[in-house]
């Protein structure tokens, strides 16, 4: 098993433009979640999904939208990225709601 | 979901127990205590977590007070690999569980 992988590692962006994290897991997991880490700071859930085809907002979900079109794969997009969006991204995913959450390696963003 | 309180960095000789402290005084009865580290810049990895009995695993144990408003989690050898940043999460109850990172006690396992 790959477990959670995450696409792309690394990303530079200008701002205003736009583009989308793929998260992948091969684990048959329910839930899913994006979280990102800010320098210095611990990390901050995004948005979550609960099962194929439900998306919730997480603690700090402005500028972003999601989507879990299939059970696999947790989509997270930036339709018009901006500096402040500068940060590692992780997204992780569980086989139910208590207990252990499988985190990915990360995507690094840069925005300019 | 309950705030929780660590130390802001520790030191540990190699060989010996990390004692890592957490008070989180507001937690309310069904809330759950999770324990997770971060390496470098790596994913977090979860340890343990637990309710209201302590729990064992083959990575730490953890204490948690009769009132559960304080925990310890135990790594009963450190070594070096576990300088890291260690979490701990109180998600509370809901229809996922959302862990909330504050900034973590930073171990640093020494020869």
């Known amino acids: 098993n790959a477990g959670v992988t995450q696409t792309p590692k690394f990303r530079v962006l200008k701002t205003g433009q736009s583009m989308t994290l793929l998260c992948a897991q091969d684990m048959n997991h329910e839930y899913m979640y994006w979280y990102r880490q800010d320098p210095g700071m611990g990390l901050r859930l995004i948005h979550y999904s609960v099962g194929e085809g439900t998306t919730a907002k997480g603690e700090v979900p402005d500028g972003y939208n999601v989507s879990r079109l299939k059970k696999q794969n947790f989509l997270l997009g930036l339709e018009s990225a901006a500096p402040s969006q500068t940060s590692v991204y992780f997204c992780?995913?569980?086989?139910?709601?208590?207990?252990?959450?499988?985190f990915g390696p990360g995507t690094r963003l840069t925005v300019l | 979901d309950a705030k929780t309180t660590q130390p802001t960095s520790m030191d540990c000789a190699e060989g010996r127990a990390a004692n890592l402290p957490c008070n989180h005084s507001t937690i309310s009865g069904n809330e759950y205590v999770y324990w997770y580290r971060q390496i470098h810049s790596q994913g977090p990895q979860y340890i343990i977590h637990g309710l209201k009995n302590n729990e064992t695993n083959e990575m730490a144990s953890l204490i948690i007070t009769e009132d559960r408003k304080s925990s310890t989690l135990i790594l009963p050898h450190a070594t070096l690999r576990d300088t890291a940043v260690y979490y701990c999460i109180v998600p509370g109850t809901g229809t996922a569980s959302k862990l909330t990172f504050g900034t973590g006690t930073r171990l640093q396992v020494t020869l």
């Open positions: 992780a995913s569980s086989p139910r709601e208590v207990g252990e959450q499988f």
